[in-house]
Nanobody, 115 residues
Framework: QAQLVESGGGLVQAGGSLRLSCAASGNIFRILTMGWYRQAPGKQRELVAVITSGGSTNYADSGKGRFTISRDNAKNTVYLQMNSLKPEDTAVYYC?????????WGQGTQVTVSS
């Protein structure tokens, strides 16, 4: 079992940066594939970035070159560094953990980018 709690969202001007954090409880974090998803009003939830237990990463085209996902297994935490933010990045950002068909979600953190 794992519980995920996001933090770090907020209001930022276009061009600014935010770092989201997702802290996991439980003792399986290090073997979870972790990801960040987002959902804007009226839109479907979409993948932003993913990092495997081995540290391999993958990004949606929307965040390539601007977003960086990382993890600290000692702290049971995954991060999303977001730079050069755009108004279209405005959404609720969710942390996700996957393992062998099981899936865990955080409650989400709001990111608002003003123009």
């Amino acid at each position: 079992q794992a519980q995920l709690v996001e933090s770090g969202g907020g209001l930022v001007q276009a061009g600014g940066s935010l770092r989201l954090s997702c802290a996991a409880s439980g003792n399986i974090f290090r073997i979870l594939t972790m990801g960040w998803y987002r959902q804007a009003p009226g839109k479907q939830r979409e993948l932003v970035a993913v990092i495997t237990s081995g540290g391999s990463t993958n990004y949606a085209d929307s965040g390539k070159g601007r977003f960086t996902i990382s993890r600290d297994n000692a702290k049971n935490t995954v991060y999303l560094q977001m730079n050069s933010l755009k108004p279209e990045d405005t959404a609720v950002y969710y942390c996700n953990g996957k393992l062998a068909g099981m899936e865990y979600w955080g409650q989400g953190t709001q990111v608002t980018v003003s123009s």
